[in-house]
């Protein structure tokens, strides 16, 4: 258990619709990140945050979006989904802002349809 | 531009047979490298990184890589695998803000 707790598991959800992924980092750690992997492209890089402010952004649609609220926990919202956005979305978190020691969590596998 | 790439997609190999998970990347700075692993229907798991130091790097499970600065490599090994380890192994290079993972290798132990 790495300490990273993301809900739900699964979600599976029709086009169009809106969805809104949650994650819990470890306790004491200050960073979160989301990553997307599908078959395609990948783990990609989506965004980070630190200490509730967007440090950094990848290759996130502007369909998407993430904020950090105050107590550390992050959400992913996800909008006007289409088939290809099916994917397993992976939270990490860390105490700093760099990679040196980011935890994973079990990810949320999602099933558009 | 900085990438990671993984030169095998698949290596099958035989319970207690040693194996090697080949690692390439690609920077014009000092680099942070890291090898996960995902077990099926699992997150990811830190197996090993190197920040600096020795380049030869021992991590959990008895697996250990190896930092070569001239090839610009860092090789996954293990002496001897278990059916256990099946799994996909992925290696990623840390680029400041995120992480950039190579694109996996599924580590096969057949019995």
């Known amino acids: 258990d790495s300490g990273v707790t993301q809900t739900p598991k699964h979600l599976i959800t029709a086009t169009g619709q809106r969805v809104t992924l949650r994650c819990s980092p470890r306790?004491?750690?200050?960073?979160v990140y989301w990553y997307q992997q599908s078959l395609d492209q990948g783990l990609q890089f989506l965004i980070q945050?630190?200490?509730?402010?967007?440090?950094a952004k990848g290759n996130i649609l502007e369909r998407f979006s993430a904020q950090q609220f105050p107590d550390l926990h992050s959400e992913l919202n996800l909008s006007s989904l289409e088939l290809g956005d099916s994917a397993l979305y992976f939270c990490?978190?860390?105490?700093?802002?760099?990679?040196?020691?980011?935890?994973f969590g079990q990810g949320t596998r999602l099933t558009v349809v | 531009a900085q990438s990671v790439t993984q030169l095998d997609s698949q290596v099958p190999v035989f319970e207690e047979a040693p194996v090697e998970l080949r690692c390439n990347y690609s920077?014009?700075?000092?680099?942070?490298l890291f090898w996960y692993v995902q077990y099926p229907n699992q997150g990811l798991q830190l197996l090993l990184k190197y920040l600096s130091g020795s380049t030869l790097v021992k991590g959990i499970n008895g697996f250990e890589a190896e930092f070569n600065k001239s090839q610009t490599s860092f090789h996954l090994r293990k002496p001897s695998v278990h059916i256990s380890d099946t799994a996909e192994y992925f290696c990623a290079m840390d680029n400041t803000d995120k992480l950039i993972f190579g694109t996996g290798t599924r580590l096969q132990v057949f019995p």
């Open positions: 306790s004491g750690d200050l960073s």
């Open positions: 920077s014009s700075v000092s680099v942070y």
């Open positions: 945050y630190y200490n509730g402010e967007e440090r």
């Open positions: 990490a978190s860390s105490v700093h802002q760099g990679n040196t020691e980011a935890f």
